[in-house]
């Protein structure tokens, strides 16, 4: 009797505990510099779940540099696995993250918690540039160095881009990582060609030529400017954000983390973000989720056919 009353109060106690996530604050780690579409989106979720739950809730950016979001996803994988680590990935955290070498993400330790976000991702010049469209870049680059700016070189938008040249007969004689991709990167003159986020090239839209646009639909700001898929259908890549956690995170963690991040992006705040920046902001289970992601490795999968790699 008195063994069964102490493994009762053992699990009435873990129970207890596990009812009361989330009792201390709450990190959520995007693993790159503030004011991009994930960094607005994660601060509106971590909004809401201080106001849901009564914690401290923090947006922390760990930028990698040319490491591109592997450095905060390891700080993520290394953290305990009981929901107050949070992460705030890309694509390339799960579909690239276990090829390159990182013992901490292979395999993959992660499990979606939602995606909620796919970004409106250009390819763009300068205005000043001797080409304002993609045919005119093919063209160019076909008799002339160029030089590519992009998050990381293993990352699916910088692998897409380095597909979309070779399959219209030119190749950039050069490419570099930065940590932010905006109006500054082209007006320095330091690359001929960025991929990044419409957000960050908008502050300066009419100083910039939107050569095509990353994804299976055109975005709503830039109607006129074709996508890779439509340059190349082989080249089916979606390019989104999600929340993650470790694989080993307890269900009522992932219940309230969902139930904080639904209701932001579901906000009016979130809408007019969206109607903004022509950003897609949704809700994706973890199943679907899960699913987009398996999809995604055979996307890239043909990626690395086309690149000989």
Partial sequence: ?????????????????????????????????????????????????????????????????????????VEVATAPADGYTIGSFVIGVPVIGPEIGIPELNPNPFDPIGIFLTYPFVIASSKDAPFSNWEELAEHGKDNDLALGHFGSVLPPTQVTFAAAVSSGFDFASEAAFDALDCNTLASGDVDVINTTLQLVLPCLDDVNILASIGGERISLIPDTPTIVELNPDLPLALWNGLFVHKDTPPEAREKITAAAQKAVQSDKAKQLAEETGALIYWQDPDASNAQIEQDKSSFAKIEEILGE
């Fill in 1 to 73: 009797m008195k063994k069964f009353l102490a493994t009762a109060a053992f699990v009435a106690s873990a129970t207890a505990a596990l009812a009361e996530y989330p009792e201390k604050p709450v990190t959520f780690v995007v693993p790159w510099p503030p004011g991009d579409l994930e960094d607005v989106l994660t601060r509106m979720i971590a909004d809401e779940f201080q106001a849901m739950y009564d914690v401290p809730a923090a947006v922390v950016n760990k930028p990698g540099g040319g490491g591109g979001p592997f450095p905060g996803a």
